[in-house]
């Protein structure tokens, strides 16, 4: 079984700064690795997702995320933040053993930008 | 706007009662999953309908239960409500049957259960 980690529920940075949310996965066989963004009262959005090609994944908005198998990990990652960035950050996982059926995803991780 | 519609918005209901949360998916999508957002819980995968045959179930309470409709719409039952049942609910859609496809997520049905 699959299994994502996001470390810390609260992330607070000012505008301008770099934007660091973590997520470690645990899974038996390759994953496929998403970053999904919630804005208040929406549904979620894709943001990237990383299957296996590049290691490094450029999305939406800015955003980028390393796959680093070596330490289980795929941190989001934006160089400067903007006050349009807060929400709630979701990361999650799938995979092959599943069939790919289902994503687990992470607790979430709230994203606050001050001024 | 994702695509994704759900209705009703919100709901306030009693214990013991049933309801269903209707989701449409965007045009052309053949997949429908269901999430239940709550504090507790987080975010969870509860089932998913592909061209209207189930394809996969997540931690789905037997009290509930989802269809997809030939015109590939879904409902998503929940009975017996009880307090712990209040969460939201979010539809998404997907064209393909594999969820590491990109999924796109309605607006979600906000349910609450006195």
């Known amino acids: 079984a699959q299994s994502v980690t996001q470390l810390g529920s609260h992330v607070s940075v000012s505008e301008g700064a770099l934007v660091l949310l973590r997520c470690n996965y645990s899974?038996?066989?390759?994953?496929?690795l998403f970053w999904y963004v919630q804005y208040p009262n929406q549904g979620l959005q894709l943001l990237l997702k990383y299957t296996s090609a590049a290691t490094l994944v450029k999305g939406i908005n800015g955003f980028e995320a390393e796959f680093k198998k070596s330490e289980t990990s795929f941190h989001l990652t934006k160089p400067s933040a903007h006050m349009s960035d807060a929400a709630e950050y979701f990361c999650?996982?799938?995979?092959?053993?599943?069939?790919?059926?289902?994503?687990?995803f992470g607790t979430g991780t709230r994203l606050l930008v001050s001024p | 706007d994702s695509g994704v519609t759900q209705t009703p918005k919100h709901l306030i209901t009693a214990t013991g009662q049933r309801v269903t949360l209707r989701c449409s998916p965007r045009s052309g999508d053949l997949s429908v999953y269901w999430y239940q957002q709550s504090l507790d819980q987080g975010l969870q995968f509860l089932i998913q309908?592909?061209?209207?045959?189930?394809?996969a179930k997540g931690n789905i309470l037997e009290r509930f239960s989802a269809q997809q409709f030939p015109d590939l719409h879904s409902e998503l039952n929940l009975s017996s409500l009880e307090l712990g049942d209040s969460a939201l609910y979010f539809c998404a859609s997907s064209v393909h049957r594999r969820g590491l496809y990109e999924q796109f997520f309605g607006p979600g049905t906000r349910l609450t259960v006195l």
């Open positions: 999650a996982v799938t995979a092959m053993n599943t069939g790919f059926q289902k994503l687990v």
């Open positions: 309908y592909y061209n209207g045959e189930e394809r």
């Open positions: 899974s038996s066989v390759p994953p496929y």
